[in-house]
C-alpha cells in the first residue's frame, strides 16, 4: 500500500506582546510567520499591531485576508493603504504613529 502523507504547516507566532502604558493607553502586537506567502500577503508575514485608550483606536495596522496591507487611524478608524517593505519597517512605522497620533488626543 502506498499513502500519501499530509502535511498541515500553520502559521507561527513570532511576536506576542501587550503593554499598558501609565497614561493608560495599550499597546499590542502580534506577528505570524506563514508557512509560505499568500495573496495579499506575498511577503510571508500577517500582523496586527495596535495602539488604543479606553477603548478608542488610535492607529492600527493589519493584513487581514482579502484587505491586504492597511492602518487605521482614530476613532473613526479612517483606512489607508500601507505598503509593508520589512517586519522592522513595519514595526519603525507602527512605534512612530503611536508617537505622533497619541500626542494628538493628549
Known sequence: MVYDAIIVRKAMLILDTKTVLQDGRILQRKIWQLPQP????????????????????????????????HRHVGAQEREFPYEFTSLARLLDDFARDVERLSGEIR
Open 38 to 69: 499568500e495573496p495579499g500577503r506575498p511577503f510571508g508575514w500577517k500582523y496586527r499591531l495596535y495602539c488604543g485608550i479606553n477603548g478608542r483606536t488610535i492607529v492600527r495596522y493589519d493584513n487581514e485576508t482579502g484587505k491586504g496591507d
